[in-house]
């Protein structure tokens, strides 16, 4: 291949993603199966397996009830859903750490106001194992648009939908999203059995480094990536802290250590100023530094998907 501007891989910049049937529909009944054997037999509920939930109360921000999910859900079956979540995320992000998920439930009158996660994670999972017919309304998780809500619609009659997107808890589905964004969940409104609630697991998903498949150790790797970084910041420092989030680079090195092509796999980078308009040249000159690099010749070819935080520090070898 001669272009080194990779343009096969499409690159994310959306500030959330739904994946519908995220799981094999066995899998994902096998689990609901458990949570609805949990709350059935009532007979047969003692301390030690039903006094598990956490009511999760959060004056004028929380009101639902969370645990972790191998208390009601087979440990082996949430494992499974963990690898599947994780090789999705280094696939999809380029982001490799996803933190062991909380089990949520919401009954009428359950719901989260408005809030962002920008210090817990890059992005937000919810997994939902909602039942898709259902004997309550709401549930969904709302997500506000980018931009100003205000001067993107001073002229313009505007409701819920021109505000926010509203992605319904649908059973097998997984929503994606930005942790900067200001998110919440719609109140969960109707019956009180949980069987008829909304049921999601949810976590974080971060950066851990690069990922490295092929010939060369992530020793070798690491050594040349950090000589880019540190060659871009010493050139670009005083405009470095005027962005903000994660971008991820996928590169191709050849047998003989030659960079064949980088693509941006994922660009999440938010210039702290709505006005600024000087990323897209930085991250040329990001892509340029890479497409640079000679690595250490190797018995085969190597694959890097290296994320780069703006706004924190640059350097997280291995973290
Ligand atoms: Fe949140």
Not at 70 to 77: A, T
Not at 227 to 254: K, M, N, T, W
Not at 262 to 272: E, I, K, P
Request: aromatic share 10%.
């Amino acid at each position: 291949m001669s272009s080194k501007a990779d343009t096969r891989i499409e690159t994310m910049r959306a500030p959330y993603v739904v994946v519908d049937d995220f799981l094999p529909l066995d899998a994902a009944e096998a689990m609901r199966l458990d949570i609805d054997t949990h709350f059935g037999n009532y007979g047969s509920h003692r301390p030690e397996t039903h006094q598990v939930w956490n009511y999760w109360f959060v004056p004028g921000l929380y009101a639902y009830l969370r645990t972790t999910p191998e208390k009601l859900i087979r440990p082996d079956r949430v494992e499974s859903f963990m690898q599947v979540l994780r090789r999705w995320s280094a696939a999809a992000l380029g982001l490799q750490e996803v933190t062991w998920p909380y089990l949520s439930l919401y009954v009428s009158g359950c719901r989260q106001n408005l809030h962002n996660d920008s210090a817990n994670g890059r992005f937000a999972f919810v997994y939902s194992l909602t039942r898709d017919r259902r004997m309550t309304s709401g549930g969904e998780t709302l997500v506000l648009n980018e931009g100003d809500l205000f001067r993107n619609n001073v002229a313009t009659a505007q409701n819920a939908a021109g505000f926010y997107t509203s992605i319904e808890p649908r059973f097998n589905r997984l929503v994606v999203f930005d942790d900067r964004m200001p998110h919440g969940v719609e109140r969960v409104d109707g019956s009180m059995n949980p069987v008829e609630g909304r049921f999601v697991m949810h976590g974080h998903i971060r950066d851990r480094g690069a990922i490295v498949s092929g010939a060369l150790t992530e020793q070798q790797v690491g050594a040349v990536v950090m000589e880019a970084l540190i060659d871009f910041s010493a050139g670009a420092l005083s405009r470095i802290r005027l962005y903000h989030g994660p971008v991820v680079f996928r590169l191709f090195i050849g047998a003989n250590g030659v960079v064949k092509s980088c693509a941006v796999l994922l660009d999440r980078v938010t210039a702290t100023d709505a006005n600024d308009t000087g990323w897209p040249k930085m991250l040329s000159n990001l892509i340029a530094k890479f497409t640079a690099l000679k690595f250490p010749e190797g018995s085969g070819e190597t694959t890097v998907t290296q994320p780069v935080l703006m706004g924190t520090s640059l350097f997280r070898p291995d973290h």
